[in-house]
């Protein structure tokens, strides 16, 4: 698999888990669910929260895949940004 299709599949995998988190993030947040007229009691809330804990990790997991794909980048750009004249990136 080439590279970009590998990147384009973490890409995918870090919004699934992102989307995930978040919504059920929200879920959790105090106070939120009165504003709605909903109870904690009324929702799985113990689901909510293993698929929240799990979509937190499996997106750490994902970021770290993500920062080793594009390190060579991430160490070309910080140098680029402390060098004075001629940029090495391309």
């Known amino acids: 698999m080439n590279k970009l299709k590998i990147n384009f599949w973490v890409d ?4 699934v888990t992102f989307f995930g988190s978040f919504i059920t993030g929200l879920v959790k947040w105090p106070g ?8 904690h009691r009324s929702l799985p809330m113990k689901e909510i929260t293993l ?19 594009h ?10 940004m402390f060098r004075r004249g001629e940029k090495q990136c391309t």
Do not use: E, P, Q, Y
């Not at 995918?12 to 919004?15: C, D, E, N, Q, R």
């Not at 939120?32 to 109870?39: A, E, I, K, P």
């Not at 698929?51 to 794909?69: A, E, K, P, R, T």
């Open 12 to 15: 995918v995998g870090l919004a």
């Open 32 to 39: 939120l669910l009165r504003w709605f007229g909903l109870t």
């Open 71 to 80: 390190w060579n980048m991430i160490v070309c750009m910080t140098k680029n």
């Open 51 to 69: 698929i929240h804990d799990w979509s937190g990790l499996i997106m750490g997991l994902i970021v770290l895949v993500h920062l080793i794909l």
